[in-house]
């Protein structure tokens, strides 16, 4: 649920940085998810699973949802840094 939210609205910030910089939105905009979703995965299977053992499939409530929201808040910020290091350079 979170995830969903926070890339809809990292859509909308690479779409209206895309505009305001003359560069095409769509491309950017399928990159900035395939590096969010692609985070998140990595975050969720490769660390937090291995980390957490056996808890990873039977856990609380609290826990699944710092699971999600963990695995979000790190992909946002690579895409936020992807957008400052790539996107607005490739505008100027």
Sequence with gaps: M???VIAA???VWFYQ????????????????LII???????????VLK???????KT???LTGVMIELSGALIA???VALF???VMLKQGH
């Excluded at 940085?17 to 900035?32: E, F, M, Q, R």
């Excluded at 291995?50 to 990873?56: A, R």
């Design 2 to 4: 979170f995830g969903g």
């Design 9 to 11: 609205v990292l859509c």
């Design 17 to 32: 940085t895309a505009t305001k910089i003359h560069l095409n939105p769509l491309s950017w905009i399928i990159g900035a």
């Design 36 to 46: 969010f979703y692609g985070v998140r995965y990595a975050w969720t299977f490769a």
């Design 50 to 56: 291995p980390l957490m053992g056996v808890h990873f």
């Design 59 to 61: 856990h609380t409530m």
């Design 76 to 78: 946002a910020a690579i």
């Design 83 to 85: 957008r400052s290091k």
